[in-house]
C-alpha cells in the first residue's frame, strides 16, 4: 500500500460520486476546450494581416468600386501588388446552403493571397486554363463532397445573367488548404473576367481592392495616398488594414465572445463549486478516519496532501475525458465553425484543470487540517 | 548517560486540566503527579467522568495540559509543537482504543501498515514488518481480511499490530478489553503481557476491569483529580 492507493482506494469507496462529479468537472472542461477551440481558430481578427490593406467604397463596403481604380492603384509606386474581389452571394442548390463564392483576376490574387492559401504554380495553371474554373477551399468542398473536376453550379442572390438566369456554371481545378489550420478555407474563388461577362449589373466594377504595399512602405501610410487618389472621383474610397476591415466585421463576434466568456465563467464556477462538495463531504464523512489517522501519527499536512490530492485525481481524469471529447467533437464539427484543437487548447485544458483542482479542494483539504482527534476520540 | 537510565519513561510534574462547561470551569486535574518507568504495565482504574481517557490523551501528545510538565525520555511534551508531538507519537507511542478504530476501507493488513507510510522503507520492508505483526498477534492468515468480516478479539488483534507495528515503546491503550467477551479479553491480555515481557514494551491501560488490571505490574486508582496506589486487595 503507498498514499498513492490510499487516495484511490478512497475515491472508489464512492464510486457513484466520483464519477458524477469527473464527468462534471469533464463537462465543464468540454465546454471550455471547444469555446477555445472556437477562439483560437479562423474567427480570429488576427487572421487580418496588418501589411496589407483593403480599400472599400466609402460609401459603404457593399458598394462597388469602378474596375480603373484598380489599375490606378496598381500604377502607384509605393504599391507591390493588387488584387480585387467581387463578392457573388451565392448558394448551392436550396438557399441555406450559403457558398460563399467570390470572384478574382487569378494573377492578381495569386500575387497578394497565392501564399496564405499555399496556391502552387500547378494550381494556378489549371485554374487559369479555363474561364469557369474555380477553387474550392478545403473545408467547404468536405462540407459540399465536391471532387476535383465537379462541373457545379452556383446560384447568385446579386447578379442574373443577360438571359435573366442566377445560376452560374463552373468546374472545379482545385482544392486549396491554407497555409495554417487556421485559415478560412470555407469559399470559392471563381474568375471576374467569366462572371463580368455573364452578370448584367455592375459591370466593369468590383468589391473590395487589397492592396499590398512595396517593402519598406508602412500600410498606414499609403492608406491616404490612396484615398486622396480617388477623393475626387465618382467613387471616393475608404482604405484600412486589412486587421481594422476584419475587426468591424469581427465587432459582431466579439458579442458572441463576451456571451461565451460569460457561460463558460458560469459552468467553471458551478463545476468549482460541485468539487468542493463532494470533497466536502468525503471529509465529513471521513472525519472520524481522519482524526484517527492523526491520532496515530499521521502528520495535518499528510492528510491535507490526500484531500487535495484526491482532487487532482478528479480533475486529471475530467480533464483527460474533457480532453478527449472536445477533441472528437471539432474533429467531427462543421469545417465552417473555424474550430481548431491544437496543442494550445490542450495546454489550456491543462492548466485550468490544475487551477480546478487547487480552488476546489482548498477548502476541504483546510477542514481536514482542522479536524480534532481529541474530539473524534472522544465521539465513540 | 547514567542519569538518564534511572530517570523515569515517563513523568507528569504538576499537571492542571480543566474543561469549559458552559460558564463554569471543571477541573479534571490539580497538580497531578506520576512517573511510569520504562518496562512497566501500568494499569490505571477509576469512575467514568474521572479523566482516565483526558490522562492518556495528554501522555499521548494529542491533548495538552493547562499548566505542568509532561516529559517523556527527553521530550517535553507540554512545550512541544503540534508537528512535533505528532511525530513524537509516531515514532515512540502505539495506540490501542476500546473500539478498535480501525478504517473500513482497508484490509487488515493495510491498516496495520498505515503508521509505517511515513517511514523511509521501501514496500517490500514494509509487507515484512506488517508479517511480523500480524504473526506476534496470531493473526498471520488474516491479513487480507476486512474489519467488517472480523470478530472483536480479532479486531482488537489487528489494533495492537497496527500499534506494535512501528515498534514503539510505549503502548498506550484505553480500555481494550472494554467491548470484548471474557475469552477475548483474556487473550488480549495475554498479547498486552507477552508485549510487556517479551517485547520490552511500556504499558499504560485504562480498564474498569479489576481482572484486566491484574496483569498489570502496578494498579493505579484515579478518583476526583487524585491518583492512588489501588489497595493490594483490589488489585489481587
Ligand atoms: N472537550 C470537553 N469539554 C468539556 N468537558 C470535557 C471534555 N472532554 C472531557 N470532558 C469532561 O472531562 C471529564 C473526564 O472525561 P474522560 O473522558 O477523561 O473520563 P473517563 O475517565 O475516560 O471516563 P470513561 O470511563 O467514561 O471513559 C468528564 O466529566 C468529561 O465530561
Ligand atoms: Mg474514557
Known amino acids: 500500500m503507498t498514499y498513492t492507493s490510499l487516495v484511490l482506494k478512497s475515491l472508489i469507496r464512492t464510486p457513484l460520486r466520483t464519477l458524477v462529479t469527473v464527468m462534471a468537472v469533464a463537462s465543464a472542461l468540454i465546454v471550455f476546450g471547444c469555446i477555445t477551440s472556437f477562439m483560437s481558430g479562423a474567427h480570429s481578427a488576427e487572421n487580418g494581416a496588418m501589411n496589407r490593406l483593403v480599400v472599400t467604397s466609402k460609401t459603404g463596403a457593399a458598394q462597388p468600386l469602378p474596375l480603373t481604380h484598380v489599375m490606378a492603384i496598381a500604377a502607384l509606386e509605393e504599391v507591390e501588388a493588387v488584387s480585387h474581389t467581387t463578392r457573388l452571394n451565392t448558394f448551392s442548390g436550396f438557399e441555406r446552403n450559403f457558398v460563399p463564392a467570390s470572384a478574382v483576376d487569378p494573377d492578381m490574387a495569386h500575387a497578394v493571397f497565392g501564399e496564405d492559401l499555399a496556391l502552387t ?28 473536376g465537379d462541373r457545379i453550379t452556383l446560384s447568385s442572390k446579386l447578379y442574373r445573367t443577360a438571359e435573366g438566369s ?25 474568375q471576374y473576367d467569366y462572371i463580368n461577362a455573364l ?13 499590398k504595399p512595396t517593402a519598406g512602405v508602412r ?30 466585421f469581427m465587432a459582431q463576434i466579439a458579442d458572441i465572445r463576451s456571451i461565451l466568456n460569460a457561460v463558460l465563467l458560469i459552468s467553471l464556477l458551478s463545476v468549482l463549486l460541485i468539487i468542493t462538495n463532494t470533497m466536502a463531504a468525503a471529509v465529513r464523512e471521513r472525519r472520524f478516519e481522519i482524526g484517527v489517522m492523526k491520532a496515530i501519527g499521521l502528520s495535518r499536512s499528510r492528510i491535507a496532501t490526500l484531500v487535495l490530492a484526491e482532487t487532482v485525481v478528479i480533475c486529471g481524469i475530467g480533464a483527460a475525458i474533457g480532453a478527449g471529447v472536445s477533441y472528437a467533437i471539432v474533429a467531427v464539427s462543421d469545417p465552417a465553425t473555424g474550430m481548431v484543437f491544437d496543442a494550445g487548447v490542450i495546454a489550456r485544458i491543462i492548466a485550468l484543470a490544475v487551477l480546478l483542482a487547487g480552488l476546489g479542494g482548498v477548502l476541504p483539504a483546510l477542514s481536514a487540517l482542522r479536524v480534532s482527534p481529541i474530539k473524534t476520540l472522544r465521539s465513540r | 548517560m547514567k542519569h538518564f537510565s534511572i530517570a523515569p519513561l515517563i513523568s507528569l510534574t504538576d499537571v492542571c486540566k480543566s474543561y469549559r462547561a458552559g460558564r463554569s470551569e471543571i477541573a479534571i486535574f490539580q497538580d497531578l503527579t506520576l512517573s511510569i518507568d520504562a518496562g512497566e504495565f501500568v494499569a490505571i482504574m477509576g469512575p467514568s467522568g474521572s479523566g482516565k481517557s483526558t490522562l492518556l490523551n495528554m501522555l499521548s501528545g494529542i491533548d495538552r495540559p493547562d499548566s505542568g510538565r509532561i516529559r517523556a525520555g527527553e521530550t517535553d511534551l507540554s512545550l512541544a509543537t503540534e508537528r512535533e508531538l505528532t511525530r513524537w507519537r509516531a515514532e515512540h507511542l502505539g495506540l490501542v482504543f476500546q473500539f478498535y478504530n480501525l478504517l473500513p476501507n482497508l484490509t487488515a493488513a493495510q491498516n496495520i501498515e498505515l503508521p509505517l507510510l ?53 503502548l498506550i491503550c484505553d ?49 476526583k483529580g487524585e491518583l492512588v496506589p489501588a489497595r493490594q486487595e483490589m488489585a489481587e
Open chain 1, 219 to 248: 500600410a498606414a501610410d499609403l492608406a491616404p495616398v490612396i484615398d486622396n487618389l480617388f477623393a475626387n472621383s465618382s467613387g471616393p474610397t475608404r482604405t484600412q488594414t486589412e486587421r481594422q476591415f476584419l475587426e468591424a
Open chain 2, 118 to 170: 511515513k517511514r523511509p522503507l521501501g514496500r517490500s520492508a514494509r509487507a515484512e514488518r506488517v508479517r511480523v505483526a500480524l504473526e506476534l498477534v496470531g493473526l498471520a492468515d488474516r491479513g487480507t481480511h476486512r474489519p467488517a468480516m472480523m470478530s472483536g478479539g480479532q479486531l482488537q488483534r489487528v489494533g495492537i499490530a497496527r500499534a506494535i507495528v512501528t515498534d514503539p515503546s510505549v
Open chain 1, 199 to 211: 452578370r448584367s449589373r455592375h459591370v466593369d466594377t468590383v468589391d473590395t481592392i487589397v492592396v
Open chain 2, 175 to 223: 480500555e481494550p478489553t472494554g467491548d470484548l467477551d471474557r475469552r477475548s479479553a483474556t487473550e488480549i491480555l495475554e498479547l498486552l503481557r507477552f508485549m510487556q515481557v517479551s517485547q520490552g514494551k511500556t504499558i499504560i491501560m485504562v480498564t474498569h476491569d479489576p481482572a484486566a488490571a491484574a496483569y498489570a505490574s502496578r494498579v493505579l486508582h484515579l478518583d
Open chain 1, 121 to 148: 504554380p500547378a494550381m494556378m495553371a489549371a485554374f487559369t486554363a479555363r474561364t469557369d474554373g474555380v477553387l474550392v477551399g478545403r473545408s467547404q468542398a468536405l462540407v459540399q463532397n465536391w471532387r476535383v
Open chain 1, 166 to 190: 442566377r445560376d452560374f456554371s463552373f468546374i472545379i481545378t482545385g482544392i486549396f488548404d491554407g497555409q495554417t489550420v487556421g485559415t478560412d478555407t470555407h469559399y470559392v474563388i471563381a
